[in-house]
């Protein structure tokens, strides 16, 4: 019963940052490969964590329009490739559209003309890595609440915390608000469906995201946002130097991860570009005073969270630079079947973990009861005592 995971609250909550960890370190795996069969694990994995662990609040639902939004991709990657052609060589002619003749300045740019199996499937590739990301992202967007994200950045990034979180609500709350109102007219009788309906629909969509600029705009002014406190010249000048270097250092070292032949110096680079940005974020913070209400804890639990996310990744790096990385990107030319890796697919299995140790959220109907006490019994049947009626 201690192995079991209790039922979430406020001080055993996972930490909004961990989820971040765990999404993106899926991501970064999916970038590693194109392989559909791990693509489609990556998502499954992201997939039973959400529907595991998420809660009922408005941005939970953002999962789902995230799924559509990476077979969009998917979709829109393939009809480019088979409308503007792709520099992927093949034998397999499916079928010829009509070639539009373009003039000498767009060499290399052809639109219509034959259209391979090969281009097809690469198209395939790569497009559901790209799809398998952006689910990553709506899995951290579904689990993580915005908010407490914001409460637990460094003093530095505040003001940018601010603006990133207020752009990531408002895909979770434009999704509320358009199945608010579909229920709400469907429960009058009226459609749903068709552009009448979208654009009935759109202006109380509006009116609700003025709404709720103008009371963030409110309570950003009530607490103070943008005040700043005086820090000497030198210690500015050392906490630009090191912010930049260390951002540099971990764009070079992202790029160097991504790309197949730089992974030898990405890891490197990528530490030292996170540790010179920490120290730089943290000396900022001194002429950003600012006191957090009740702060977020990592616990054990959410440590795991976090590690399982970015153990994935290394996992995942590592395999591409082995034996391993030609079943990680499967050829095209010539077509051959994609092969499941066994242990990279076990690998990725470990994306599992938040799905057993992180709290489970409470259900809506079930009556809460404080950590580590038993439920409550039901209630006594209701008796009432009334006056003795004359006889």
Not at 31 to 40: A, I, K
Not at 46 to 72: E, H, I, Q
Not at 225 to 246: M, Q
Not at 288 to 308: E, H, I
Request: hydrophobic fraction near 50%.
């Amino acid at each position: 019963m201690r192995l079991r995971a209790p039922e979430a609250h406020r001080s055993n909550a996972v930490h909004a940052g961990a989820w971040w960890l765990w999404a993106l370190g899926l991501a970064v795996a999916a970038s590693r490969t194109t392989n559909p069969l791990l693509l489609g694990l990556v998502v499954g994995v992201a997939g039973y964590v959400v529907a595991a662990r998420r809660t009922d609040a408005p941005w939970a639902r953002s999962y789902g329009a995230f799924l559509k939004l990476g077979l969009a991709v998917l979709v829109v990657r393939m009809l480019f490739s088979t409308l503007l052609g792709s520099p992927i060589p093949g034998a397999h002619v499916l079928f010829t559209l009509p070639e539009v003749p373009l003039p000498d300045w767009a060499r290399g740019v052809r639109l219509g003309g034959r259209v391979t199996a090969e281009q097809l499937v690469f198209a395939l590739y790569d497009g559901a890595k790209l799809a398998a990301m952006l689910v990553c992202v709506g899995a951290a967007n579904a689990l993580a609440s915005p908010a407490r994200l914001l409460k637990s950045l460094p003093g530095a990034l505040y003001e940018a915390g601010v603006a990133v979180v207020v752009a990531m609500t408002f895909a979770p709350n434009l999704v509320a608000d358009v199945a608010r109102l579909r229920t709400a007219r469907r429960l009058r009788g009226r459609p749903t469906g068709g552009v009448r309906a979208v654009l009935q629909i759109g202006l109380p969509v509006l009116e609700g995201a003025l709404e709720r600029s103008v009371a963030v705009a409110a309570s950003m002014d009530a607490r103070g946002y943008g005040r700043t406190a005086a820090v000497p010249p030198a210690v500015r000048h050392v906490t630009t130097a090191l912010t930049l270097g260390g951002l540099l250092g971990v764009c070079a070292g992202t790029y160097g991860l991504l790309a197949v032949e730089g992974a030898g110096y990405g890891v490197p680079l990528l530490a030292g570009g996170v540790a010179a940005a920490l120290a730089g974020l943290w000396l900022g913070g001194r002429r950003t005073p600012r006191t957090r209400y009740r702060p977020d804890r990592w616990g054990p639990r959410t440590w795991l969270v976090a590690a399982s996310g970015p153990a994935v990744a290394a996992l995942l790096v590592w395999a591409s630079t082995g034996p391993a990385g030609e079943a990680l990107r499967p050829g095209v030319t010539p077509l051959t079947a994609p092969e499941l890796p066994l242990w990279p697919a076990l690998a990725l299995l470990a994306g599992l973990l938040p799905a057993f140790v992180a709290p489970v959220p409470h259900t809506p109907g079930a009556p809460p009861h404080a950590p580590g006490a038993p439920p409550s019994a039901p209630d006594a049947p209701h008796t009432r005592k009334t006056a003795e009626e004359p006889r």
